[in-house]
């Protein structure tokens, strides 16, 4: 039987449990005087061997002093060892979540990274990478000057440049810079000088034919003009004409 504490509801038995206490501490001291101290020690440590406080009660409750019922609802687990023990679960259950969360990371890192640390995909990288750099050698074996210039510094015969001109030096490149993104257009400009005699005769017929044309559109307009004052003076006469042969029928 658990080890249970009696709380409020016990304490108005409190003298009938005291007189069964001195009853108990009485049997207690016959039963010892029969028994040896040994005996009584080592019976205390035996697997299954009620302890006093509960034997204490099983006589209470057999006295009638205490009831069953009284006892069980006094009875109950402590809360701290509980909420301990739930936590813990708690805790390994979270442990356990982020381990399978941290795998699942791996799973999907070695999935991304696959193509790129397979060692099927290394092993192609490399063997591109040997017939490359056996290009390389061949071509720098038939080439003495090509290799000449590879391996010969490119700045071993200049100075270095002092402090003091650094400034410059970063202008000059800028202007550098700025040429080399304006060379494609000075290049084509340089191409089109020799045919700028063509270009310029082609202007002047191209600009004669304009000419031509402007005058034809000239010629054209007074045309126009000529004939829409000759449509005026047909139309003026008509109307004189007819306003004639009305007035005179009228004095008819």
């Not at 030096?169 to 005699?197: N, Y």
Request: hydrophobic share 40%; glycine share 4%; net charge negative.
């Amino acid at each position: 039987m658990a080890e249970c504490r009696p709380s409020a509801p016990a304490s108005l038995a409190a003298r009938p449990v005291r007189r069964a206490l001195e009853l108990g501490r009485r049997e207690d001291a016959k039963d010892g005087e029969k028994g040896s101290g040994a005996a009584a020690a080592s019976r205390c440590w035996e697997e299954g061997q009620p302890t006093a406080a509960a034997t204490l009660l099983e006589r209470c409750v057999a006295a009638g002093v205490v009831k069953q019922d009284t006892l069980d609802f006094t009875c109950r687990k402590a809360p701290c060892f509980v909420t301990f023990s739930e936590m813990e679960k708690i805790v390994n259950i979270q442990a356990e979540i982020n381990e399978k969360k941290l795998r699942t990371e791996i799973l999907r890192l070695e999935k991304e990274t696959a193509d790129i640390a397979h060692p099927f995909y290394l092993g192609k990288k490399c063997e591109i990478l040997q017939d490359m750099n056996r290009h390389l050698e061949a071509v720098l074996k038939e080439k003495r000057t090509l290799r000449k210039m590879l391996i010969k510094p490119r700045c071993q015969e200049n100075l270095p440049i002092e402090a003091t001109f650094h400034k410059y030096i970063v202008e000059l490149l800028t202007e550098a810079v700025t040429f080399i993104d304006k060379l494609e257009s000075h290049l084509q400009t340089v191409r089109i000088l020799p045919h700028i005699p063509n270009i310029m005769e082609n202007m002047d017929t191209a600009l004669t034919k304009m000419e031509l044309l402007v005058i034809e559109l000239e010629e054209l307009a007074e045309q126009i003009l000529k004939w829409r004052d000759l449509q005026k003076e047909v139309y003026s006469d008509s109307i004189c004409n007819t306003a004639e042969l009305d007035f005179g029928l009228s004095f008819t």
